[in-house]
């Protein structure tokens, strides 16, 4: 079973920056993919960014050129370098990860607990 803790949450004034960590623990055959969503209060959990094992990056239009995401060599810890964060940034930022059991399984979703991000004016 994949675990996945979120860090570096916080409270931040509009035009700052975060950085965001996802320590993954426990086995699995492969890990697919690892990334990043986000809800803000009222609102549906969104796509931020999102790493493929292959390297492929993917960004939500809102976040392009303000974040990064970016891992370790182990692909054990995933990063998300946000700047110039505005308050309509402001949600619970979640960690996601996408992983086999096994060889023949089927692809598990695991999620972490998330973090918040605050973002004033």
């Known amino acids: 079973q994949v675990q996945l803790v979120e860090s570096g949450g916080g409270l931040v004034q509009a035009g700052g920056s975060l950085r965001l960590s996802c320590a993954r623990s426990?086995?699995?055959?492969?890990?697919?993919?690892m990334g990043w969503y986000r809800q803000a209060p009222g609102k549906q959990r969104e796509l931020v960014a999102t790493?493929?094992?292959?390297?492929?990056?993917n960004y939500a239009d809102s976040v392009k050129g303000r974040f990064t995401i970016s891992r370790d060599s182990a692909q054990n810890t995933v990063y998300l370098q946000m700047n110039n964060l505005a308050p309509e940034d402001t949600a619970v930022y979640y960690c996601?990860?996408?992983?086999?059991?096994?060889?023949?399984?089927?692809?598990?979703?695991?999620w972490g607990r998330g973090t918040q991000v605050t973002v004033s004016t």
């Open positions: 790493i493929t094992r292959g390297g492929d990056i």
């Open positions: 996601s990860a996408e992983w086999r059991r096994t060889v023949r399984a089927g692809i598990t979703r695991s």
């Open positions: 426990g086995s699995a055959f492969s890990i697919n993919a």
